[in-house]
């Protein structure tokens, strides 16, 4: 045993675990378990490995992986030596992970055989590229060594941690730019994990998570040490396009508990004719990460009615949870993203940083111990969030006279048209229950007269059926004002999105309104 277990960050909770029920499974991935002294020992000789290699206290280990264990022993082997994780998102092109390796300063790239040629790509051109180490599978040599090297290194003890050291560097979406590496503490990460238990009621010896999201995303790592800190057993889907078939089935023979998916994944499941039936093990789900509609809400609560419906919002930078709205008010404020979670403090505010009142509009601002430290060797950007000693979010909400508050864009995202504010999520809001269409984005395109025009951006529902844009002003007659009705529709097979399922309106906006200019 490694003493001490006195710390409250991640080496620990495992440790602890490792100590008190070590035949117990703390991780299923595949057919394949991870008891929790299987996971301890492999987190200290993966540490041990990587220490061996020259990374010290507050150097970078990048993580390009799919899903799987030895993604998170590697974050959480760099942490155990000091060291900093830096998960990579596997769908960028070779350009864009060496921006973020060469910005980030990666000392060590640990990947996949899969994606062991995307790695490759990305650090030709490098002029220092990092150390690769490639899981089981891959091809050691050219500057590759095995995983397996890390873990034939003799376990090593755990660093001095301080619960204030940056975990991870978890680089943003980059939805309208160069990603920003938000630096997130050991403790971010533990009050993230106070939250969760929380809010989506974690409790009892049964407790098991599923992981169905990309572990490089912050409701993927992020979401770990949730189950690390009460002894939850974790299940690791492996990366793949959603299937709703292969969750249900996992669900099913695990007895999963708690279960998070984006809006766009609910969708394809709840559409699936025995998703109730076979979800019966499920006690509470969860949604975040992008806006769902009230029409897809409802379609959760008639599918899933056994269980706890709890909305999550928030953002990278908070690690990520601010709001959460939990089942027994679902239906009564039914499209919030609920209140303000106990651990922050948050203000809706104008441009001036004033105060608005409820029923206004105005951007959400921060401050809290989940707050982020800070963006990685970004100065600027970190300054111009923090402006006024509030972090700005950059999201637009309004709050009810109970609290209760409802997102209705994004700053950069609102529409002026005619000098009147119109916010995209509204529209889509009224939009999304047409019963033509499945998926609905707004975008602003120029108009000679107004400034800006909406422009719908629509997946129908079935091809084969015909809408047309008197079709959606007709229906939304009595539900929107005429300046926020659409005055273009255009018609696409697929939404763009990045791998956190969020719409990259950037470039509907590149593609759709570039030179466009809309006639009265």
């Given at each position: 045993?490694r003493?001490?277990?006195d710390?409250?960050?991640?080496?620990?909770?495992?440790?602890?675990?490792?100590?008190?029920?070590?035949d117990?499974?703390?991780?299923?991935?595949?057919?394949d378990?991870?008891?929790?002294?299987?996971?301890?020992?492999?987190?200290?000789?993966?540490?041990?490995?990587?220490?061996a290699?020259?990374?010290?206290k507050?150097?970078r280990?990048?993580?390009?992986?799919?899903?799987?264990?030895?993604?998170?022993?590697?974050?959480?082997a760099?942490?155990?030596?000091g060291?900093?994780?830096?998960?990579?998102?596997?769908?960028?092109?070779?350009?864009?992970?060496?921006?973020?390796?060469g910005?980030?300063?990666?000392?060590?790239?640990v990947?996949?055989?899969?994606?062991?040629?995307?790695?490759?790509?990305?650090?030709?051109?490098l002029?220092?590229?990092?150390?690769?180490?490639?899981?089981?599978?891959?091809?050691?040599?050219?500057?590759?060594?095995?995983?397996?090297?890390?873990?034939?290194?003799?376990?090593?003890?755990?660093?001095?941690?301080?619960?204030?050291?940056?975990?991870l560097?978890?680089?943003t979406?980059?939805?309208?730019?160069?990603?920003k590496?938000?630096?997130?503490t050991h403790?971010?990460?533990?009050?993230q994990?106070?939250?969760?238990?929380?809010?989506?009621r974690?409790?009892?010896?049964?407790?098991?998570?599923l992981?169905n999201?990309p572990l490089?995303?912050?409701?993927?790592?992020g979401?770990?040490?949730?189950?690390?800190?009460?002894?939850?057993?974790?299940?690791?889907?492996?990366?793949?396009?959603?299937d709703?078939e292969?969750?249900?089935?996992?669900?099913?023979?695990?007895?999963?508990?708690?279960?998070?998916?984006?809006?766009?994944?609910w969708q394809?499941?709840?559409?699936?004719?025995e998703?109730s039936?076979?979800c019966?093990s499920?006690?509470?789900?969860?949604w975040?990460?992008?806006?769902?509609?009230?029409?897809?809400?409802?379609?959760?609560?008639?599918?899933f009615?056994?269980t706890?419906?709890?909305?999550?919002?928030g953002?990278?930078?908070?690690?990520p949870?601010?709001?959460?709205?939990?089942g027994?008010?679902a239906?009564r404020?039914?499209?919030?993203?609920?209140?303000?979670?106990?651990?922050?403090?948050?203000?809706?505010?104008?441009?001036?940083?004033?105060?608005?009142?409820?029923g206004?509009?105005?951007?959400?601002?921060?401050?809290?111990?989940?707050?982020?430290?800070?963006?990685?060797?970004?100065p600027?950007?970190?300054?111009?969030?923090?402006?006024g000693?509030?972090f700005?979010?950059?999201?637009?909400?309004?709050?009810?006279?109970?609290?209760?508050?409802?997102?209705?864009?994004?700053?950069?995202?609102?529409?002026?048209s005619?000098?009147?504010n119109?916010?995209?999520?509204?529209?889509?809001?009224v939009?999304?229950?047409?019963?033509?269409?499945?998926e609905?984005?707004?975008?602003?395109?120029?108009h000679?007269?107004?400034g800006?025009?909406?422009a719908?951006?629509?997946v129908?529902?079935?091809?084969?059926?015909?809408?047309?844009?008197?079709?959606?002003?007709?229906?939304?007659?009595d539900r929107l004002?005429?300046?926020?009705?659409?005055t273009?529709?255009?018609?696409?097979?697929?939404l763009?999105?990045?791998?956190?399922?969020?719409?990259?309106?950037?470039?509907?906006?590149?593609?759709?309104?570039?030179?466009?200019?809309?006639?009265?």
């Open positions: 045993m003493l001490p277990l710390g409250a960050h991640w080496v620990d909770h495992i440790g602890r675990h490792a100590f008190a029920r070590p117990e499974v703390a991780i299923r991935f595949n057919a378990s991870l008891t929790w002294s299987q996971l301890d020992d492999r987190i200290h000789r993966v540490a041990a490995g990587l220490a290699r020259g990374v010290t507050g150097d280990v990048a993580i390009l992986m799919t899903n799987r264990p030895e993604f998170v022993e590697t974050a959480i760099a942490t155990a030596i060291a900093i994780g830096v998960p990579l998102n596997f769908r960028l092109a070779p350009e864009e992970v060496a921006y973020v390796l910005h980030s300063g990666s000392k060590v790239l990947t996949d055989p899969l994606l062991q040629p995307l790695a490759a790509a990305a650090i030709s051109s002029d220092e590229a990092p150390l690769i180490v490639v899981t089981e599978g891959g091809q050691p040599g050219d500057g590759a060594i095995g995983y397996d090297e890390l873990l034939a290194a003799e376990p090593c003890p755990t660093a001095v941690i301080d619960e204030r050291d940056v975990a560097i978890m680089y979406s980059g939805t309208t730019g160069r990603p590496g938000a630096m997130l403790l971010n990460l533990l009050m994990a106070i939250t969760a238990i929380r809010t989506s974690i409790q009892g010896d049964d407790v098991v998570s992981c999201v490089f995303h912050i409701a993927g790592i979401g770990m040490p949730v189950s690390l800190m009460v002894g939850a057993r974790t299940v690791i889907m492996p990366t793949g396009l959603f709703a292969s969750t249900l089935s996992i669900v099913e023979s695990e007895k999963v508990t708690s279960l998070f998916l984006v809006p766009a994944q394809v499941l709840c559409a699936h004719p998703a039936r076979r019966a499920l006690r509470t789900i969860a975040g990460a992008a806006p769902a509609s009230v029409k897809l809400l409802e379609e959760m609560a008639r599918v009615p056994h706890e419906i709890v909305s999550v919002f953002q990278t930078e908070m690690s949870v601010t709001t959460s709205l939990p027994a008010d239906v404020k039914i499209g919030s993203v609920g209140k303000v979670i106990p651990t922050i403090v948050a203000r809706v505010v104008d441009d001036e940083m004033n105060d608005v009142k409820p206004e509009v105005g951007e959400i601002v921060y401050r809290g111990p989940t707050l982020m430290a800070g963006y990685w060797n970004d600027e950007a970190t300054a111009e969030a923090y402006a000693g509030w700005h979010s950059g999201d637009l909400v309004r709050a009810d006279e109970e609290g209760f508050l409802y997102v209705v864009d994004r700053k950069k995202d609102m529409i002026i005619g000098g009147e119109i916010y995209c999520a509204e529209v889509e809001n939009l999304a229950s047409h019963p033509a269409v499945a609905v984005a707004v975008i602003g395109v120029p000679d007269k107004w800006e025009t909406p719908a951006v629509v129908l529902a079935d091809p084969a059926v015909t809408l047309t844009l008197d079709d959606l002003a007709e229906f939304s007659r004002a005429s300046y926020k009705k659409p273009v529709l255009i018609v696409v097979a697929e763009p999105r990045n791998a956190s399922g969020k719409v990259l309106k950037h470039e509907l906006r590149a593609q759709y309104a570039k030179g466009a200019l809309i006639p009265r």
